[in-house]
């Protein structure tokens, strides 16, 4: 934890949110399969990847969602569920059925009036991440998931747990907004660029949130966050971020909320580009100046995206000129080289264009820290924009040159 | 060299051209300076790279160009001269300057009217290659470049080992096109894509072609090689191609010699390709059935550049879904997912947008090939597109996180 972090320590899921996590067979070993309620329907909100391959999970989870309302999700890692067909889809709508039962089950010790599996079922979202191409083994979360319902408590960790993929480590954040607490899960590691940032993330908050002020809390914070990471320039055919908000703590200050929404995603953009495959660290490219925030982006991306700028971030080896190199790429953009100046943690390093002397070895030294953060004044306008990202190593090539065997 | 391979064993330099190469203490070890003269001026068309921060020869080229007219090409590797400002502007004049000295001292010798050398320093061309926003070191190359006229000849070899940078081996061909021969010495390895293809490429021939005609064939030969190359999505501050004719060997047919431009920047730049950094294999990338040729092309590079597609070419892992996810992120293009089929050497992958049951065995033994290609029908239009690239490797990541310092 930060000095002045705003983050909750431990994080924890809001009231009326409960979380279960089982490792049914689908990776060697850890948990793979994750069941997230609340228990009372929720008001929801999604986004999905744009990808023309989405997974069943998405598809099916685009028809859910024209409700409105979601009571629980369920997610695998290990199996995408992509390219699968209808046969796919159809194991999609039965893992919904699973979970659904054994929600009703956990709802029916828990309340008087109970609830019936097949009432919840339309409002049981389904996640999977892993594998392209490959059916789900059904019988694995078949038997797997029995009795998951009896496990489902506050405890967010072993659901975080497994949704992870090829992340290292799980993530989980929490923030209060008034009464009121957002809790976010997430996994990203590979394949991760905007429209959408590859990855799985749910949202949960006890806040009272009608649905339209939801779906635009969560465009807005995602603008600010996912939308400007980029690990490896993948996009995946299985991201979702979903947000789930049951009012159970009543309603809170709108823009609040939405800063409270936006910080927790900026944390969860900048911990997957962190543990990108591969990562050793967070690198952050801020650019000011440009003549309108489009070509800011652009530019901000391009640099953090360049294969040379991220070997350069993880050697820290100050090649600066690939900076230049990485902004002059932008074709399309109005940049005039004269007037580019950048700075490596706050040590300027360019100015007018050109190299300047800098001290080598001190930006060799921040280089080699965790984030690094490049900025780049344009010079031409007023402009900003950022991106997120990571550095590029031996150790992505090593994950992905054999993951569909491993 | 491969059954009914086109071009010439051993290549060799067109009537009227020279050249030389030498080690100037540039790079640790090697050759790093190269002259290519041609006995009189030669007709001369260019392409530039379109970064934003050309380097001091590309705007001293541009200003040759003008003319149509060059003579003889000098170029450096190690240092690329960019972001160096009026002073970098000044070293490329000096070289082309003291290349000049060293041509007409060569000609002076050959020829009975002689040469002078202001006049032959219009008609030189500067090239560099390395490291970006480093002062090139002219002590050097003034000491290193004298007497090198007296070593021009006929062998392109030490030339073409001198404009190496992390190319692993030089890159020399040669095709006759009726009584003229067409020549290309280039170099490639990283910071390679479109707008330009990252490299250095000079191309001499010995027939007579206008100037006009040299700069249309040049373009169209280009467009259908080097445009289609990516190693890294990154764009050179220094590319350049450069085609010189002189006319010794007359006129041939205009038809035939475009086709030999074109085979010969084709195989280039698949030798780039394949010795890309870290490489160790061509990928080839051939798109049908697309709406129009834009949107083929931008499927191939997506393809091509994925780095999960690359990482999946080196491990030799068929994970075909990386195929789908890499055709599926072209958001703007017109895909119909059920359209999709795809195969890997021949052998059918993915059938209507769905993994089909392959012989997992033999497609990792033909990933284990070189080259790699993968043909992709979108199933929507009758438009083709392609795409030249390389898989990516450890190799890629050791030669990059410590460039500037090795």
New interface residues.
Partial sequence: MQPNDPFMEPPRLPRGFVAAGRGVGLKAQGNDLALFLSRRPAAAAALFT?????GAPIILGRQRMRRGRLQGVVVNSAY?N????EAGLEDAREMARLAAREFAGFLGQESEQGQGAEALEDQVLVGSTG????PLPMDRIRNGIRGMGSELDSDPWPAARAIMTTDTRPKVFSLQVGDAVVTGVGKGA??I?P?MATMLVYLFTDAQVEVPELQAALQEASRQSFELLSV??????SDMVVALANGEAGEVDHRAFVDALTSLCTRLAEEMARDGEGATKLVRVLVEGAVDPSEARTVARSVV????MK??A??A??????I????????G?R?R?ERVDASIQGVEV?RG???VDFDEARVRELLGGDPVEIRIDLGVGTARGRALGCD???G???E??????S
Avoid at 400 to 405: H, K
């Fill in positions: 744009r990808n023309h391959f989405p995408s992509v390219a699968t067909g594998v392209i191409g490959r590979g394949m660029a429209n490896d320039t993948d996009t995946s055919t995206e360049s294969p040379l070997t350069m993880y050697g080896d100050p090649n600066v000129g690939r230049l190199m990485a902004v002059g790429k932008c074709v953009c940049i080289p360019i264009g050109r190299s590029l190593t031996a992505y090539i090593e992905n040159a054999a993951y569909a065997s």
